[in-house]
């Protein structure tokens, strides 16, 4: 089969996660090209060359920023601009299925005869009409005013978000003669066959649509020949917030540690700038295999993406997320039944409670339990039968 697979250059992890697919579906034989905006991230990613590769342009991390802002993350010029560099490459590359990690303006196009397979992760398909029902974890006036509020009651600032940040799609959408959603979570869910991104094992309450496909895990750490050696090195604490965590927090959050006499590994990712950070209970590097690095710490802090939460509990590492968007905050939700998991939304980041949601994880958890959270998938074994789902389509 032909597969054209997308990855929506956001953030980093939404480019590593279809390019490990990618990978797996050249090794099955498949003929497959990977698309994606290399212009903010392409140098920390390696592609195989026998894995055919077109650049694809993206909004990129404006798509951090506006959310932070509390902004649309697309505009209606973005949609419009989307979909014709989404046409462009469908008509050069002609796939029989595309699969795309959040390139949402993807699953418009899949009324127009084109299977659209979008990886989703698995709690924005378990939880339907929760998805926005959270505050904004960001600090400001509106999260203030929100966390006033019973939860009940702060679900209508979700419903306002989700329903706001569906505008410019529903405008493509009515262009294109299909009936617009109205809600951001509704097209993000809208392809031909969902591929979640997680096991069965868990989300075991969860009965999936006939739509649904669970891919497992994807181990998404970068192949990259950044990674730098910590072989060497003891440390208590792996701290790691990606490319969309706060990493306007990383000196505070050093500085309470610090106190409590706790060594950090501090990975900067995509955000380098060690020499602010460098000190004696600190060490610094730019990219590491996080798992490796989870496995050999006590306690891993991250944005609470599910990326990072999936790599840190697979290592049997105890996890504190600092949420800064809505994903996170609902990937640490989905987790909320689990002692080793804690989380504190960025709006409500105070050295009080961060202390005692660190305190409490690193009194000892058994890491054979946590690992299996989060058992290994095998992503060549998890994938759908791809050239019948479009055969059945045709017929």
């Given at each position: 089969m032909k597969f054209l697979v997308i990855g929506e250059a956001v953030t980093l992890a939404h480019i590593?996660?279809?390019?490990?697919?990618?990978?797996?579906?050249?090794?099955?034989?498949?003929?497959?090209?990977?698309?994606?905006?290399?212009?903010?991230?392409?140098?920390?990613?390696?592609?195989?060359?026998?894995?055919?590769?077109?650049?694809?342009?993206?909004?990129?991390?404006?798509?951090?920023?506006?959310?932070?802002?509390?902004?649309?993350?697309?505009?209606?010029?973005?949609?419009?601009?989307?979909?014709?560099?989404?046409?462009?490459?469908?008509?050069?590359?002609?796939?029989?299925?595309?699969?795309?990690?959040?390139r949402i303006s993807m699953n418009l196009l899949r009324g127009l005869g084109h299977y659209i397979c979008p990886i989703v992760d698995a709690y924005w398909a378990t939880v339907p009409g929760e998805v926005f029902t959270l505050p904004p974890p960001?600090?400001?006036?509106?999260?203030?005013?929100?966390?006033?509020?019973?939860?009940?009651?702060r679900g209508i600032f979700g419903c306002v978000v989700d329903h706001a940040g569906a505008g410019p799609f529903d405008r493509a959408a009515r262009s294109l003669g299909i009936r617009p959603l109205h809600r951001f979570s509704k097209y993000l869910l809208s392809g031909d066959h969902i591929l979640l991104a997680a096991s069965a094992e868990t989300f075991p309450t969860i009965r999936p649509?006939?739509?649904?496909?669970?891919?497992?895990?994807?181990?998404?750490?970068?192949?990259?020949?950044l990674n730098e050696s910590i072989a060497d090195l003891e440390?208590?604490?792996?701290?790691?917030?990606?490319?969309?965590?706060?990493?306007e927090q990383i000196p505070v959050m050093l500085k309470w540690l610090a106190e409590l006499n706790l060594?950090?590994?501090?990975?900067?990712?995509?955000?380098?700038?060690?020499?602010?950070?460098n000190s004696g209970q600190v060490y610094v590097r730019q990219f590491v295999d996080g798992k490796d690095a989870a496995q050999r710490a006590r306690v891993t802090i991250c944005n609470g993406g599910s990326p990072s939460v999936y790599q840190a509990l697979s290592a049997?590492?105890?996890?504190?997320?600092?949420?800064?968007?809505?994903?996170?905050?609902?990937?640490?939700?989905?987790f909320?039944?689990?002692?080793?998991?804690?989380?504190?939304?960025?709006?409500?980041?105070?050295?009080?409670?961060?202390?005692?949601?660190?305190?409490?994880?690193?009194?000892g958890h058994n890491r054979s339990m946590i690992k299996n959270t989060v058992p290994y998938s095998d992503i060549k074994a998890n994938l759908p039968k791809f050239d019948?789902?479009?055969?059945?389509?045709?017929?």
């Open positions: 590593v996660r279809p390019l490990k697919i990618s990978q797996a579906l050249t090794e099955m034989g498949h003929d497959v090209c990977f698309a994606t905006d290399i212009r903010e991230f392409g140098k920390f990613i390696s592609i195989n060359p026998k894995l055919r590769f077109r650049p694809l342009p993206s909004i990129g991390t404006q798509f951090l920023t506006r959310t932070r802002n509390r902004q649309r993350p697309y505009s209606n010029r973005d949609i419009e601009n989307y979909l014709l560099n989404d046409r462009k490459i469908m008509d050069i590359e002609k796939p029989d299925c595309i699969i795309h990690d959040f960001q600090p400001g006036i509106f999260a203030k005013i929100a966390y006033l509020f019973p939860a009940s009651v649509k006939i739509n649904h496909a669970y891919l497992g895990h994807i181990e998404w750490t970068p192949d990259t020949e440390y208590d604490i792996y701290l790691s917030l990606g490319s969309s965590g706060p990493a060594r950090t590994l501090l990975c900067t990712g995509t955000k380098h700038d060690s020499g602010k950070y049997g590492c105890p996890v504190l997320g600092i949420t800064s968007n809505p994903d996170q905050a609902l990937c640490m939700r989905a909320s039944n689990k002692e080793y998991v804690k989380s504190i939304p960025l709006a409500l980041l105070k050295q009080k409670s961060f202390i005692s949601n660190l305190t409490s994880l690193l009194n019948e789902l479009v055969k059945n389509q045709k017929h």
